[in-house]
């Protein structure tokens, strides 16, 4: 019975440590410069 409420515990706070992350974990503006371009034929080496 005490590893059973050991196992609810550890669920219970990995689950809000999980929440907490992804809470905080948003916000922000992607970057807008940089990234792909499409080559010209010069520069296919």
Do not use: Y
Request: net charge positive; charged share 25%.
């Amino acid at each position: 019975m005490r590893a059973f409420r050991r196992g609810l515990i550890v669920v219970f706070v990995a689950g809000i440590a999980g929440m907490l992350m992804r809470v905080r974990g948003k916000g922000g503006v992607p970057p807008t410069n940089g990234g792909w371009r499409e080559l010209e034929a010069p520069e296919f080496r």
